[in-house]
Structures are given as structure tokens and as C-alpha cells.
């Protein structure tokens, strides 16, 4: 537990009882001494009988060392659940000795018949006291009536999100934005008051001339501007696709790439590495590992979450906002920007994650050019799931990358591969499925991928951010 900063220390009150809930204990820093006290007492003899002795009390006090953390259990204790059973004449029997499998056991153990025993799957998510104001019902009071269901009146679970002011366009929706809403406008001018801002609105306006659909990623690996300030850049610029091949893009204020053909080299590809064994290693054996899986998921109670650093207004008005420790080392013209590999595909390199967004034009393979590029000339119609394409490109486009991945891993742990003989035999044995079916038994759980409903996965929740 010392060992990790972010773990919180747990104190057991049955440390055998595998039910029992703990008590947690945060971690302070602190610059305080460890002392080593001995008390000695010594009794004094005394000529008066009558009188009690006294005992001579003597103290040494030795220094040990210096003490730089502490843990305080500062929150309440929990609901401890056992494991009992009521009776009809309300006597509670212990079960721990039929449900505890001390040892390895036979059938019959598990074939018992048991009272149902469900311990609960989670706990208080809090330990520390709240105040909750409770406050009176306003339907009961006397000459009330409801009024009208709007926006201003209704009371969410959560704080309302600060509106950025973005605009969603769907594929099916007629028409598209041609200019910004004012209230984006003006934010972005109240914002946009120092030289550095104004740079980078100019490099974003470079960049939407120079290809009118961009990724979020794309525009970091290209461009050096706070986090939160591109929040408040994009929706002056573009708009966002939230539906159809271009699902997840910022598009250019009067661009439509359903009326443009060539704009099918701006497509999305949701692209995700196939892993499990029946295309020959498993999860755990890939060099690119998940980015969140659920096996290292703790619970709320165990775990101390650290504190974010908001940003204000005031340090959104100082240029590029607060900078931090690790990025004052950097340049300002490459703070804030993110590395090629994580739009661009290219042969012989690795992904940087198991799931990734590219856009047709950053696929870098002569091949795969070649099978976005079949139809030149001869697009017809644009439709939903292929856009410009002919229908089962993108699983084509998966197919091949795959193929190259494999061919990667290859080379980096042969051993995975040493029951295969050729490269012909592993691309046979390598099922070819679409993108649209996930694994079963990959690590990260992906639900299945309806290019029709969109991606809902972490490049989409962006959307979250301008609502």
C-alpha cells in the first residue's frame, strides 16, 4: 500500500472472515518524529513502616527517526455482512463452514442443499458523513401548480454541463451549418485575446483549408493548444459528425461530404486490433496493451482519487493556460501536441492502442490506397455505411491491416507462431470476420460496432464535452 500513492490503507476487523468490509484510512504527508519512550520505576525504601512506599518513576526518551506519511482513518466504519442464516424461530446459524472452501473438495460439497446466501456486490461508496438539506415538498403547499416542463425548471441527477456551443449534424439530416453559432463567437472572443491564441486559430483555419475533415487527435498531432481551449476552438470552425462514415469528425462550416466524392478519403475507419486464440495468441500476449480493462478495477472506497486541476477563465485568458511541471520543459509550439503514430497507420509499426479511428487519406500503405481508390470515378451514391466506397471496404481495409499486425507480432515473439508453417497457412488460418463483431473473450469487452448507430467508445464521448 505505501508503495502506491493513489491505494488507501485497509484495516480488517475479522481478518479471517473473507466477507469482512474494511475500514480505509487516507494518506497525509507529514514531518513528524518517531520516539522510543521507557518508563522505569524504581520503589524507594522507606524507615516508616506505616508509610507507603513510593516508587521513583524515571523516563528515557530516544529519537528512532523521522516519519514523512501517515495514514488517518478519518471515515466511518461500514456495514459488515455475515454470513447467516435466520432461522423460523429467528436463531442466526453460522454458514461459513458450508459456503468456505478451505480445501480442495468433492462433488458432494458442491451439491448441498443451502439456504441462498448473496453477499452484496458493493458497498457504501461513502465513508465520510454529508449534510443533505432536505427541503419541503412544493406540491403540497396549498394554491401550488405545476408549472410548465422546460429546460430552466428541470433538476437533474448532476450539475448542468457548460455549454460549448458545438453543432451535431447527423447523416441523415438535410442540410449543414455554414457558419458557427454567435454564442461560439463569442466565446472564443472573449477568450481569444493574446498572440498565442490567435496563432493557433490561424494553423486550425490552415488546417480545415488544407482538408475540411479533421479528428480531434488529428488536430493535436497538429497543432499545440490547450485542451481546453481547443473545447472552445473547434465549435468556431466546424461542426461535428455524429452519424455515417464521418462519424466523429470536425467538418469545415459549409463543406458537405455527402454531395462531394472525393470526400470519401476522409471516411472513418474504426479500426481494432483482433486478438484470442483462434487467431493464434491471446489478449495478454499482444505488445499493445488496453488501455482500461476490468480486472485492474478497483472500487471507489479502496482507492484515494487524485485531485484534478481545473483549469479557470483566468488561465484560459494567459495564453495556453496553466503549463505544469512536466510541460514547462517544452516548447509552446510542441506542449500540447501528440505524436503522428496516433492518427497515421503505417506498415511495420504498431498502434499505439488496441482500438483506433484512422481516416481513409492517413492510411499509409500503397495497398490499402488501393482499395479505397476501386471505384474512381464511378461513385453513384453515398451511403451510410460506406459512404463513397464500394459496399464491405472497410472490411476489407481490416482485413489486410490485420494481416499486417499479425505479421508484426510475428516478428517481435515467434514463439507465439512456432506451430505455423508459412505465411500462406497463417493467412488462412486467420479468420477474416468484420469489424462490426467484437471477441468475446478480448480483454476490453467491446460491444458490438453498428456503423449505423455510430461508435460508443472514447473518441465519441466527446461529444459529452460540448453538450
Not at 518508563?39 to 506505616?50: C, F, G, H, N, Y
Not at 463543406?255 to 486478438?275: G, H, M, S, T, W
Not at 497457412?425 to 468484420?434: H, I, M, N
Request: proline share 8%; hydrophobic share 30%; glycine share 4%.
Amino acid at each position: 500500500i505505501y508503495a502506491d500513492p493513489a491505494k488507501r490503507l485497509e484495516l480488517y476487523f475479522r481478518p479471517k472472515d473473507p466477507y469482512c468490509h474494511p475500514v480505509c484510512a487516507n494518506r497525509f504527508p507529514t514531518s513528524t518524529m518517531l520516539l522510543r519512550v521507557r518508563r522505569r520505576s524504581r520503589k524507594k525504601k522507606q524507615l516508616d513502616t506505616e508509610e507507603q512506599t513510593q516508587p521513583e518513576v524515571q523516563f528515557e526518551m530516544e529519537i528512532l527517526g523521522i516519519v514523512t506519511t501517515v495514514y488517518k482513518f478519518q471515515g466511518m466504519s461500514d456495514f459488515q455482512y455475515l454470513a447467516m442464516h435466520s432461522g423460523p424461530d429467528g436463531k442466526q446459524t453460522s454458514m461459513y463452514d458450508k459456503v468456505l472452501m478451505l480445501k480442495p473438495e468433492k462433488q458432494e460439497f458442491f451439491n448441498r442443499e443451502l439456504p441462498l446466501y448473496i453477499p452484496p456486490p458493493i458497498f457504501s461508496r461513502l465513508n465520510t458523513p454529508i449534510d443533505y438539506f432536505y427541503r419541503p415538498d412544493v406540491q403540497h403547499r396549498s394554491g401550488y401548480s405545476n408549472p410548465q416542463v422546460s429546460g430552466e425548471n428541470l433538476i437533474g441527477l448532476s450539475r448542468a454541463r457548460r455549454p460549448h456551443n458545438a453543432i451535431f449534424v447527423n447523416f441523415d439530416d438535410e442540410e449543414i451549418p455554414a457558419k458557427p453559432l454567435d454564442a461560439a463567437v463569442q466565446t472564443w472572443k472573449k477568450v481569444c485575446n493574446n498572440p498565442v491564441d490567435k496563432k493557433v486559430e490561424e494553423e486550425l483555419r490552415k488546417l480545415f483549408e488544407v482538408r475540411p475533415a479533421w479528428s480531434r487527435n488529428a488536430v493535436k498531432a497538429n497543432v499545440s493548444v490547450h485542451p481546453e481551449k481547443l473545447k472552445l476552438l473547434l465549435p468556431y470552425l466546424a461542426y461535428y459528425m455524429l452519424t455515417g462514415p464521418w462519424r466523429s469528425l470536425w467538418i469545415r462550416f459549409g463543406y458537405d461530404p455527402r454531395k462531394n466524392p472525393e470526400a470519401k478519403i476522409y471516411q472513418v475507419l474504426d479500426f481494432r486490433i483482433r486478438c484470442g486464440m483462434k487467431y493464434g495468441y491471446a489478449p495478454n500476449d499482444m505488445p499493445v496493451k488496453a488501455k482500461r480493462s476490468t480486472y485492474n478495477y478497483s472500487l471507489p472506497i479502496t482507492v484515494k482519487k487524485q485531485v484534478s486541476h481545473t483549469v479557470s477563465v483566468h488561465d484560459l485568458k494567459q495564453g495556453l493556460g496553466t503549463a505544469g511541471a512536466s510541460g514547462a520543459k517544452k516548447p509552446p509550439s510542441s506542449r500540447y501536441k501528440l505524436k503522428e503514430s496516433i492518427y497515421i497507420f503505417r506498415e511495420g509499426a504498431l498502434p499505439p492502442y488496441r482500438q483506433m479511428f484512422y481516416q481513409f487519406c492517413d492510411l499509409n500503405v500503397e495497398s490499402l490506397q488501393k482499395i479505397i481508390h476501386r471505384n474512381d470515378g464511378t461513385e453513384s451514391e453515398c451511403t451510410e455505411r460506406d459512404g463513397w466506397c464500394l459496399p464491405k471496404t472497410t472490411d476489407d481495409l481490416r482485413d489486410s491491416m490485420s494481416v499486417m499486425i499479425k505479421q508484426i507480432i510475428r516478428s517481435t515473439r515467434p514463439a507465439l507462431f512456432s506451430n505455423t508453417t508459412s505465411s500462406e497457412d497463417c493467412k488462412e488460418q486467420l479468420p477474416y470476420e468484420s469489424g462490426e463483431e467484437e471477441e468475446e473473450d478480448e480483454e476490453e469487452e467491446e460491444e458490438e460496432f453498428k456503423p449505423s448507430d455510430g461508435s460508443e467508445n472514447e473518441m465519441e464521448t466527446e461529444i459529452l464535452d460540448y453538450v
